[in-house]
Structure formats: structure tokens, C-alpha cells
């Protein structure tokens, strides 16, 4: 099912594109789409692509045609939440663009907040803003920052220094450019845990970034979602930020060597998070030395970049409440 367009040939194009990748997407997607009908916003449209072996979340979307400029489409040969958003913003048709994976949602706001950024600012490739951590009922864990100054251009260096030792930028979150993405080559889709980060570095690198103060998505973490699931297999999820690391650590200044260690640090520590979440717990001493043996400086850097204790405390608190 697709439709071309979502408000006819003589409307206005739309000034933002929302690409939802979607795969068993049918428990989350009434609340997805719901959080976007809420907003009564004009001039946006929404690109859901559902791989799905059913059609049953691709019914439930089409439901919500008459209330959103939405486009359904089913592309079951598209095997990859990554090939489906790069396939999504190639049909897009706004300058700027998001992503909503389909279990997230978008808080009360979010679209007059979002299109005075981009007014303000059109020329940034990246906004960013922190990020509201909720469970599979809604409720609010915590909040991920970024290890960002507020409402003030951000120069490539500055962004991408803090950004190389750890993805601090939560998907539905970032808006950016449609015709840098294209110019980037959009999401690895080689990568399947750590694509976004490598874009976020991507995009960081071709001009400004802003970041904002105002908490406009909700980040869902649940028992099926892929930091959960995939974070099981230890090597293969260590190996995807390796990955990252060495594709951009030769494109920033790093004259002591100390930011590689931080992000190798960051590395260990996350593959030793990622092995305790499913009860084995014997790399966490190993995790605590390389934090140690960073030094005052790196251990500083460390916390502020890698915001370990925003993305670990909001887990801990979802697990006690049986959210995985």
C-alpha cells in the first residue's frame, strides 16, 4: 500500500519529512502515529516503511491517512530498519528531515519547537536536544542529554570530539538536512547496531550543529528493541563501535592521544554493560580499569562524554520495573 502523495497535487510541499522504518511494527504504531496526530501540525509528512512478515501494522497505519500527510508503503525487501530509513529519505520530499523509529514517540510540542529551530537556523545539518528515556507503559525513566552547549553553533570539531567517544544522540531526536544526508551516504547499512553514530559523525562533519534545551521525543527502551536484543551477542556489538572508532578517528585532532582512549574506554565499558545485562558480570572489573587508567582528565572527559550514568540509570530503573 502506498499513497504518492499525502495532500494533493496543489498543496505546499511539506517543510519536514518523518521516516518511520517499521518491522513488527504493529504493538507501537497506533502510539507512534497518535503522538504525531496530536501535534495539529501543518506541513508535515510521515513515511512509513513496514517490512513486516504481516500487513497487520501497515493496516493499523492506514487508519491514521485521513489525519496525517502520510505515505504507507510495504517493502518487505527492504530486511533493515537502515535500508528502510535511507530508502525513506530518498523519497522525502521536505528539505529537512527526522526519523521515528516506530516504537518512540514525539512529546506535545515537538512540531512548532522543531520548525522554529529550522526557521531560526536552516543552514545547521544537525539539531539535537536531549531526550526523554520511557518504558513499554510511557512513563519517563530519565532524561539523555547531550554533552552540548545550548543554541549556539557548533563547529565540526568541537561536535565530532565528544561525539567519537560515544553515541550521545538518541535517533528520533536529530533533524537534519535532507540533501546532506544524500551527500553523506546516509545510514551504513552494513552497520546494524552502530550505523546511526556513524552518521551522526558523518553529518557533524559537513557543518553546523546546534543543540537544544527543550525535551521534545520520547526514547523507548523495551525487551525487544535492538539495543536490548542485539547487545546480547558481546563481540559483535563491541566490534560495530570498533568500527565506528577507526573509520573517524584519524578526522579529529588528538594530539595526546587521550580522546582514542577515552573512546576505547567507552568501548570496553559498553561491551562490559551489554554482557552484565544478560548476568555475566565478569568483564565489569576490566571496564573499571580502563576508566581508572584514563587519568583525572580522561575519567572527566569520559563521564561528560559518554553519558553512561543517563543512558545505565534509566535500564536499571526499567528492569526493576519488569520493562524487559
Known amino acids: 500500500m502506498t499513497r504518492p502523495d499525502g495532500g494533493g497535487s496543489d498543496s505546499p510541499p ?14 507501537w504504531v497506533d502510539t507512534a502515529l497518535s503522538s504525531l496526530v496530536a501535534q495539529q501540525a501543518d506541513g508535515i509528512e510521515v513515511i512509513l516503511i513496514d517490512g ?7 493496516d493499523r497505519a492506514a487508519a491514521y491517512e485521513d489525519r496525517l500527510n502520510l505515505r504507507v508503503i510495504e517493502r ?23 526519523l521515528l523509529p516506530v516504537d518512540d514517540v514525539w512529546l506535545p510540542g515537538r512540531a512548532g519547537v522543531v520548525r522554529k529551530w529550522i526557521r531560526a537556523s536552516p543552514d545547521a545539518v544537525l539539531h539535537l536536544g ?13 532524561l539523555w542529554r547531550c554533552p552540548l552547549p545550548d543554541d549556539v553553533h557548533l563547529e565540526p570539531e568541537f561536535v ?59 526514547f523507548r527502551i523495551h525487551g525487544g528493541s535492538l539495543t536490548v536484543t542485539g547487545s546480547r551477542e558481546v563481540a559483535d556489538f563491541a566490534a560495530q563501535m570498533r568500527i565506528v572508532l577507526e573509520r573517524h578517528r584519524a578526522s579529529v585532532q588528538d594530539a595526546d592521544g587521550g580522546l582514542v582512549r577515552a573512546a576505547e574506554a567507552s568501548i570496553i565499558v559498553n561491551s562490559a554493560l551489554a554482557a552484565a545485562s544478560t548476568g555475566d558480570y565478569r568483564r565489569l572489573g576490566d571496564a573499571a580499569f580502563a576508566v581508572c587508567r584514563l587519568g583525572p582528565a580522561g575519567i572527566r572527559r569520559y563521564f561528560r562524554d559518554s553519558r553512561v550514568l543517563n543512558r545505565l540509570m534509566p535500564r536499571v ?8
Open 317 to 324: 530503573r526499567a528492569r526493576l520495573r519488569g520493562s524487559f
Open 76 to 98: 518487505r525487501d527492504l530486511a533493515t530498519w537502515q535500508s528502510k530509513t535511507n530508502f525513506g529519505v530518498s523519497i522525502a520530499c521536505a528539505s529537512h528531515a527526522c
Open 52 to 58: 513486516g512478515p504481516t500487513s497487520v501494522a501497515v
Open 130 to 142: 536531549p531526550s526523554a528515556i520511557i518504558d513499554r507503559t510511557g512513563s519517563t525513566l530519565g
Open 14 to 27: 511539506p517543510w519536514l519529512s518523518v521516516i518511520m522504518p517499521s518491522f513488527h511494527g504493529e504493538k
Open 160 to 218: 565530532r570530539k565528544r561525539l567519537l567517544v560515544q553515541n550521545f544522540v538518541a535517533a528520533p531526536v536529530a533533524v537534519f538536512r535532507r540533501d546532506e544526508w544524500t551527500n553523506c551516504g546516509g545510514l551504513d547499512e552494513g552497520l546494524w547496531y552502530s550505523a546511526d553514530w556513524d552518521t551522526w559523525l558523518k553529518l557533524s562533519a559537513r557543518g553546523p550543529v546546534i543543540h537544544h534545551g527543550e525535551v521534545t521525543i520520547g
